[in-house]
């Protein structure tokens, strides 16, 4: 019988320059496609908040339509979240890795490329969902029914059911990913490397994939019946048919809260990969960072009602999400504590990555403080639904879960191509993004303390409303020069080929990654180094100084 | 460094002083009163830990900056302090549970009417696309404008006819959602004449943000003639300009929706009951929990002051 393989058939189709792309599955490649596709959602997501903050610069402006402004906005919020974050995160997770554990590839890698393709068609769909008749969805990201359901004055026509199509694909993406990432790490890791050696990244991304096992099924669910709804004459969430709107807010919000972590997690893991190299110390705490993850994603399972205190669930409840909310403060100001702490006596290097985690901890800060005020639901009853609930969040996520992830970019970019970007337009592109980033967001806590809420087109009020709007707006456009930069210094770097050369390990970091050659080879590593603590490349760089000096 | 710090914090707390700076809205009713004071604490703790946690990021910054060392230079390779975690993991919950405290504390005071509440007055707010209306304990109705007395409390039932909407009014109650099939109670005590004003939290379609409700709080004398005549006799004219004319012009020369002026429907109650009451196309059944009564005020209004006869072009 013949033994089949490569060499006995040699399918030459595969190796062309796009086509070795297409049939890849490689989890490198595999990483970098999930990141440049999720920077082009970026972009989009992009340009609807620029769309929005142009509509609100002035009272009373007719920039967009109604209909647009709401379409904007949904589309904004469904694709930064589904399009951009989450995936970004799964390419971090993809290229990094099998790489920080000293493994071949991903456990499953073809499953891993069946994950990246869902996760495209998922991105086409949605913005398919332009073209739909009656346009794209328009009730917000949430989607909350009825206004999401098929009556003829809520949203009829496709563009829901495209909405729940995409969000159905990306599910299946982000599901199979998740058991994809949980098998690489419980059985991939390599000689030496116990639970409490590995990367803290690898500990975030462990953790971000159960908690998308356990949270995403439920918004399955939700958008099945609401889909049922829409289109199969149920009657889930229409009460005038005996159907149960908190149903929806609920299920949602079960899956919606995780959420928030599981785009914030892995960022977090990243954060302390790169502070401790660029103080030229270990991370302060290693367990309780380690373990901090853990609690927090645990919790996180426990708070989803707070977004659902003007629901009117009742004291008792109310109190129950709020001390639960109050108790995942803990382990995330524990994490802070730790960050800070780890600068504490360092040698502390401000290369463009570290640039960026010290602004994620200097304005994460900010977005968890701003956080226990809704978590005291008196006090949310007031700020719920307004421009102070936007402000928070994006200091989450923005200034949260982007910056960090700009900073993991600067931080992987040369073991991902083997070229630095530019130190100087780093340097401009982490000013711009953090500068323009505070006047945008800063000003929308006080227009919700003056009661401007959430959603709306357009506003009659002048004084301090336009003053804060157009500040607002204003620091959106430096965000977008900000972001023009980082294009500029990736076209620069990569297809000027004007980067400098990177050697195997430029910031004489502490993870396995940096072992092998930059870019990696397919197979990753010729030999792994046994593992002896959290930081086996600064164990071997010492290992070779002893042998040197003796 | 130092000075530079304390300027910031001058700076901070001018601007955090000030309304329109980091201080809630005004209080005029005692819930919104007890919330504000929840608010100062919370305030007050998270500025304290906002300054530590910064101020301890930006000297460590500073003081532990490079400065020309080389990359290989080790930092102090200090790998965790057990008391120092176990400190600042139970400083949080110290300063989380005082804050739970306090509103606990002022809860009662926020959620529920005063025990004083016997003769406390029951309102029902219904919202709707894209619009609010109210029904006091006569019977009267009214859209978008809540006439309420000074001093005494009010319990509001809301409701909502189509999808979810959320009430407020900042300076007299928090939010609560209006969702259809389910009925929220809130309540304030306006403590003095004048106008407040609010609108509609929760995205709720097209018109999201024309969706507006005023609160008038008057004397009891001005309430009670509202109720008895002034609602019935305004009512037609503000069923069109709060309902209709959000999409039909306040002419009805139309906009969102088709000119009506010109429409004969406006003179026959019958069919504009059934449009009105079932919604048409696009239309929203906007008055599908409305009375014979506001049918009929509708009806006269519209025929009186907004039908402009048949258009030559027999539109």
Redo the contacts between chains.
């Keep these: 019988m013949a033994v089949r393989s490569e060499a006995a058939y040699p399918v030459t189709w595969r190796s062309g320059r796009i086509a070795r792309w297409l049939v890849t599955v490689d989890h490198k490649r595999i990483g970098i496609m999930y990141i440049a596709t999720a920077l082009v959602f970026f972009v989009g997501g992009g340009v609807m908040a620029l769309l929005m903050r142009a509509q609100l610069a002035t009272p009373n402006e007719h920039l967009l339509t109604?209909?647009s402004y709401?379409e904007v906005l949904t589309f904004h919020g469904t694709s930064m979240i589904f399009l951009v974050v989450v995936p970004i995160l799964a390419g971090f997770g993809n290229y990094l890795v099998p790489l920080m554990i000293g493994a071949r590839d991903m456990a499953f890698p073809r499953l891993n490329a069946f994950s990246y393709w869902t996760y495209l068609l998922g991105g086409i769909v949605l913005y398919m969902s332009w073209f739909a008749s009656g346009g794209t969805a328009k009730?917000?990201w949430w989607s909350?029914p009825?206004?999401s359901e098929n009556l003829?004055?809520?949203s009829p026509g496709h563009g829901q059911d495209y909405w729940i199509l995409s969000l159905h694909l990306l599910s299946i993406s982000s599901l199979v990913g998740a058991i994809n990432f949980i098998v690489t790490i419980h059985n991939m890791r390599t000689r030496g490397m116990t639970w409490m050696r590995m990367p803290l990244f690898v500990w975030a991304i462990e953790t971000y994939a159960i908690l998308l096992l356990v949270a995403l099924p439920a918004i399955s669910a939700g958008i099945t019946m609401l889909l049922l709804d829409r289109r199969g004459y149920t009657h889930f969430f229409l009460?005038?048919q005996g159907?149960?709107?908190?149903l929806y807010q609920h299920v949602f919000w079960f899956f919606g809260h995780p959420e928030v972590y599981i785009m914030v997690l892995p960022v977090f893991g990243m954060i302390s990969e790169i502070i401790p190299v660029f103080?030229?110390?270990?991370i302060?705490?290693?367990?309780?960072v380690a373990f901090s993850t853990i609690g927090i994603a645990f919790f996180s399972l426990l708070v989803w009602a707070h977004h659902m205190f003007?629901?009117?669930l009742g004291?008792s409840l109310d109190?129950f999400f709020?001390?639960s909310s109050?108790?995942i403060?803990?382990p995330t100001?524990?994490k802070?504590?730790?960050w800070?702490?780890t600068?504490?006596?360092?040698?502390?290097?401000?290369d463009t990555p570290m640039l960026f985690a010290?602004g994620f901890?200097?304005l994460f800060?900010?977005g968890g403080?701003?956080g226990?005020?809704l978590a005291?639901?008196?006090?949310?009853?007031?700020?719920?639904?307004?421009y102070y609930v936007v402000a928070h969040f994006h200091y989450v996520l923005f200034g949260g879960s982007m910056m960090g992830m700009f900073g993991g970019l600067y931080y992987w970019w040369p073991k991902m191509f083997g070229r630095l970007l530019d130190e100087r337009l780093g340097r401009w592109h982490f000013w711009l993004t953090f500068i323009g980033f505070n006047l945008t967001f800063l000003p929308q806590?006080?227009l919700g303390?003056?009661?401007m809420?959430?959603?709306?087109?357009?506003?009659d009020h002048g004084g301090?409303w336009e003053a804060y709007n157009m500040i607002s707006s204003i620091g959106s456009g430096i965000m977008a020069v900000g972001m023009a930069v980082f294009a500029v210094n990736i076209v620069r770097t990569q297809f000027f080929r004007l980067g400098r050369r990177a050697a195997n390990d430029p910031?004489?970091g502490d993870t396995l990654e940096w072992y092998t050659t930059s870019p990696p080879p397919e197979h990753n590593f010729d030999t792994v180094p046994y593992v002896t603590s959290a930081r086996p490349l600064r164990d071997l760089r010492r290992q070779l100084q002893e042998q040197r000096a003796t | 460094m130092l000075p530079a710090l304390a300027v910031a914090l001058a700076a901070a707390a001018a601007a955090s002083a000030a309304n329109g700076g980091f201080s809630p809205q005004h209080a005029h009713s005692p819930n919104v009163h007890h919330t504000n004071t929840a608010y100062w604490v919370i305030f007050a703790f998270t500025s304290v830990i906002f300054v530590v946690v910064e101020g301890a990021l930006v000297t460590f910054i500073w003081k532990y900056r490079t400065g020309g060392r080389g990359r290989d230079a080790d930092g102090q390779q200090v790998h965790g302090n057990t008391r120092l975690e176990l400190i600042w993991t139970v400083i949080p919950v110290v300063i989380l549970a005082a804050i739970g405290t306090v509103v606990f504390v002022e809860l009662p005071n926020i959620s529920g009417a005063p025990a004083s509440a016997a003769n406390k007055l029951e309102i029902t707010v219904e919202g709707h696309q894209f619009y609010w209306l109210f029904e006091y304990p006569n019977g009267a109705r009214s859209i978008n404008e809540l006439h309420v007395p000074v001093g005494q409390d009010v319990e509001l039932t809301v409701l909502s006819a189509d999808v979810v909407h959320s009430w407020w009014i900042p300076q007299l109650q928090g939010k609560i959602q209006a969702i259809p099939g389910r009925t929220n109670h809130t309540w304030f005590r306006a403590d003095r004449a004048g106008t407040y004003y609010g609108q509609c939290a929760e995205l709720c379609g097209l018109y999201h943000d024309v969706m507006k409700a005023t609160v008038v709080a008057t004397s009891q004398a001005d309430y009670k003639s509202f109720v008895s005549s002034q609602a019935t006799q305004t009512l037609g004219k503000s069923e069109f300009e709060g309902v209709c004319a959000t999409c039909h012009g306040m002419q009805g020369q139309g906009g969102y929706g088709p000119a009506l002026a010109t429409n004969s429907l406006l003179t026959q109650p019958a069919s504009l009951a059934a449009i009105v009451r079932n919604g048409f196309g696009k239309m929203p059944p906007v008055a599908n929990t409305w009375t014979d009564a506001q049918i009929k005020a509708l009806a006269q209004y519209t025929k009186t002051h907004v039908y402009k006869g048949a258009s030559s072009s027999g539109g």
């Design positions: 109604k209909n709401n009730a917000g909350y009825p206004l003829p004055f809520t009460p005038s159907g149960n709107q908190v103080s030229r110390k270990p302060f705490g290693y367990t309780a003007t629901t009117g004291t109190s709020m001390i109050m108790i403060a803990v100001g524990v802070i504590f730790n800070v702490a600068l504490w006596r360092g040698n502390i290097q401000f010290l901890i200097a800060t900010m403080l701003s226990i005020f005291a639901f008196p006090v949310d009853w007031q700020v719920n639904d307004t806590h006080m303390l003056l009661g809420v959430r959603r709306i087109y357009t506003y301090l910031w004489l």
